[in-house]
């Protein structure tokens, strides 16, 4: 049974930092299209940050610069660094695994990140 538990979120100052993990049970993330989604409520989820099987990333507009997004094969983990935060980051994020073959696309059950003014 594949798993996905995000954790790092809470509560932290504009400006400052927070690192989210995603980590992996019942599937090898190293093999998988990883994903970081960000979601308010009454808008759509959005991808924050991406990282392919290869090691390539991809980063929304709004985050690059700030986000950096990072896989630990050994520990299973994709990390989500996150700095210089804004009052628009709050959200809850939610950690995605996507692979083509065998088909599989999981998300995680999110963590809240608010970050206050």
């Known amino acids: 049974q594949v798993q996905l538990v995000e954790s790092g979120g809470g509560l932290v100052q504009a400006g400052g930092s927070l690192r989210l993990s995603c980590s992996a049970s019942?599937?090898?993330?190293?093999?998988?299209?990883v994903g970081w989604y960000r979601q308010v409520p009454g808008k759509q989820r959005e991808l924050v940050a991406a990282?392919?099987?290869?090691?390539?990333?991809n980063y929304a507009d709004s985050v690059k610069g700030r986000f950096t997004i990072a896989r630990n094969t050994n520990k299973n983990t994709v990390y989500l660094q996150m700095n210089s935060q804004s009052t628009e980051d709050t959200a809850t994020y939610y950690c995605?695994?996507?692979?083509?073959?065998?088909?599989?696309?999981?998300w995680g059950k999110g963590t809240l990140v608010t970050v206050s003014s």
């Open positions: 990282i392919s099987s290869g090691g390539s990333t």
């Open positions: 019942g599937t090898n993330l190293g093999l998988a299209l």
């Open positions: 995605n695994a996507h692979q083509s073959w065998p088909a599989m696309d999981y």
